[in-house]
């Protein structure tokens, strides 16, 4: 991907990952029937899983909520 354009990285915790997926279990259809202990042990699985790949990005966001100031500037000074 990065050979195609600049690629970013927003790194959420856990926690938000879970509260955002959380609210749309009815909705996705890989997550629906998981209990909430459930559910966040694919997150963190997947989370591993892809961690390496995310790690190539371009660009990493580590701030939680994201300003857009600082996205902003990052992106532009890429």
Do not use: C
């Not at 879970?18 to 909430?36: A, C, D, H, W």
């Not at 961690?51 to 532009?76: M, S």
């Amino acid at each position: 991907m990065n050979q195609s354009g600049t690629t970013i990285w927003i790194n959420t915790s856990i926690d938000v990952l879970f509260q955002r997926l959380l609210k749309e279990k009815p909705v996705r259809p890989l997550i629906k029937n998981l209990t909430n202990d459930q559910l966040r042990g694919f997150i963190i699985k997947k989370f591993s899983d892809r961690k390496i790949f995310y790690e190539q990005a371009d660009i990493i966001i580590d701030e939680d909520p994201v300003r857009l100031e600082n996205l902003v500037e990052k992106i532009f000074h890429a």
